[in-house]
Structure formats: C-alpha cells, structure tokens
C-alpha cells in the first residue's frame, strides 16, 4: 500500500461566503430610471440593456420591486448571453419602488386593470412597438390584462405564479388581515409570515435559510402603507372572462390570450392550482405549461437555471437568438424535455 505523503497547501485561501443581499450586481447594468407619470400614478421604471434591442418588461408581485423580484435572475450568469440581444424595462406599481415614500392620502390607488393601462402608458412613452411580457404573481396578473386590451402590442408572455379568478374566501381572509395591519403602519410577524408563505411556500420556507433571511431583512424596510394600497387592488382583482374555446367558429370571437404564452410553476408552490387552472383556460397551441421540480413559490430565485433555460428556448421558439446555445446543462433531461416541448408547442411534464 503507497504510503500517503502530507502536502502543504500554501497557495489556498480560506474565506467566508459573501452574504445573500440585494445590493446592486455589477452585471446588473441599468442605463437610466425613470418616473413615468400616468393617469393613475407615478410608474417607476428602471431600463437594463440597449434600447435598440427588443424590449422585455417586466412588472413584479405584491410586496416586491424589480430589485427584489428580477435582480437576481436577470444578474444570472447564463442570462448574460441572452440580455445582449434584448433591453429590460423593469416597471414598479406606484408607491412600491425601493425607498418609496407614503403616498398621499388623497390617492386613489389603481385597479389591476387601471395598472395594465398604466403599463400602456410606460410603453407608448418608451414607443414600444411590442414587448415580451415577464410577469410574477400580481404582475402575471397585470401583463396578462395588458395582453386583452392591447394584443398588439404583446408579442408573448411569460408568466409565473399567474392567476385569471378572482381572490378566494381563503386569501381575501389573510390579505384583508394583513392590509388591515399595514394601514396602521405595522408590519406584524403574522404580515411578514404570510408574504414569506406567498413568494415561497411552506418547503422553500424552512429549508432555504439563506434565501428566506435575506428576504425577511428585506420586510423590514417595506413601505407598509403603500404595500397595503397594492394588496387591496390586488384582492380585489376581476376575473379574467378568458375561456378555451376549442369551437373553430366562436374561436376566432372567444375572450383569451392569442399570444404566445409561457406558464412557470414550482411543483411546491402555493400558487399551483390557481396556475393550473389558468392554464386550463389558455389556447393549448399557444401556451406552454411548465412545473418545476425542486422548486417553491419562487423559481427565480430557487431554480434560475432551470428558468433560464426554459426562457432562451421559449424565445428561440419565438424566432429570437436563434445562434444562442446552452452555455452549461442544467440538467440533461430538463434540457431534452424542455427543447422538445418547447419547439413542438405541446404541454411539458414536471421540469
């Protein structure tokens, strides 16, 4: 038996890994930000990218910004190739921007169709001539009206967490809870618990301690009274009205969504049957469901591998980055089941 020799590891350094934050990326480039003043309230909007390239706009959940929300996966080392042949409008909903202050009393906060016509507002001052929609959650919500009323503009979606129903007895109990306390100006633990339940759900929740600490330092520096406006218009969202039609006749005249869709959800999420049943109501041609496996309430965050693989094929399916390849394989499988899925349009199984 050879006679093991010790070594001396003089050139390796030990060091201590750098804490999860939201302190701005360098990869995270933003060319300007704006405060684009519409019929229903300011609209902060930040522009990562080359505004000569195709525009993604990106709105975020209740609670979030597009700090919190999209830094960290657009920041995502395998998106970099990506973003170089699109420009990102990230749009905050009034009052919600990082380091927002208190709207004033007299403000009479925007419905979630109203902020879709906000949303217009953001495009025709950019002139936008279409946009890839990337919505999580409320913002889901929002980019998928957006879509109804202005199809044009809209040359495909992707949506996360998305809901077409109207709050359930279950949620409209803990939000008007939560909007109750938050318009005293308090954010309780049970506040803070339930919007760590609504981004992540009960598995991320205990399970990645890294990722929930440094959202729970981010709770701490909320603007609760705007965040309770936001919460409200949100509970009070109308249903979509969209219908899978699958009649040839009363297609053509059926209420939905006739772009090109992408639906991402984590197999653990709390959000996964209002998702679900979104997708029950969407085109089948046009609509790609995925559900990731090993993953919460907020695949960006939890899984933006799997994410951005599923986006760059979503686009090349578009006819965008055509000459782009995987830069590294998330997983083998993911990827087979991904690409074929995606380029033959039909519905994927668990990712």
């Known amino acids: 038996m050879e006679k093991l020799t010790d070594i001396e590891l003089i050139s390796i350094e030990a060091t201590d890994p750098k804490p999860r934050s939201f302190a701005n990326d360098a990869t995270a480039i933003l060319i300007q930000e704006d405060d684009i003043e519409t019929p229903y309230g300011n609209m902060h909007v930040a522009i990562q990218g080359d505004r000569s390239k195709q525009a993604i706009l990106t709105f975020h959940d209740i609670g979030l910004n597009h700090v919190t929300c999209f830094q960290g996966f657009f920041s995502f080392g395998e998106m970099q190739p990506l973003l170089r042949s699109f420009c990102v409008y990230h749009v905050n909903a009034p009052g919600q921007e ?3 202050l208190h709207l004033k009393p007299e403000f009479v906060y925007p419905t979630m169709d109203q902020l879709a016509e906000g949303v217009h507002c953001v495009v025709e001052h950019y002139g936008l001539k279409s946009i890839v929609g990337f919505g999580v959650g409320a913002g889901a919500n929002i980019l998928s009206r957006y879509e109804l009323a202005h199809h044009d503009r809209v040359d495909s979606l992707v949506l996360v967490n998305a809901t077409a129903s109207q709050a ?7 939000q008007k809870m939560n909007s109750w306390y938050l318009f005293s100006g308090q954010l309780t633990n049970f506040t803070e618990e339930y919007l760590l339940w609504h981004w992540f759900g009960k598995k991320t929740r205990w399970e990645s301690h890294d990722l929930i600490a440094c959202f729970q330092d981010y709770v701490k520096s909320i603007n609760a009274q705007n965040l309770a406006l936001f919460i409200e218009s949100y509970l009070k969202r109308s249903d979509h009205g969209i219908v899978r039609e699958m009649d040839p006749m009363r297609k053509v005249s059926a209420r939905t969504i006739r772009c090109r869709s992408l639906m991402l959800v984590g197999d653990d999420s709390p959000h996964i049957d209002d998702v679900v049943e ?3 109501r969407m085109l089948p041609e046009e609509t790609d469901f995925i559900k990731l496996a090993d993953c919460g309430g907020m695949p960006l965050e939890e899984q933006p591998g799997k ?3 599923a986006f760059r094929l979503f686009l090349q ?4 980055v055509p000459s782009l390849v995987q830069q590294r394989s998330v997983a083998g499988a993911v990827h087979t089941q991904l690409q074929h899925d995606l380029e033959t349009r039909t519905t ?3 990712c």
């Open 307 to 309: 994410v951005c693989e």
């Open 278 to 280: 979104m997708n029950g």
């Open 317 to 320: 399916g578009m006819g965008y």
């Open 168 to 174: 359930g007895w279950i949620e409209w109990g803990y």
């Open 348 to 350: 994927p199984a668990v």
């Open 98 to 100: 990082e380091g927002a």
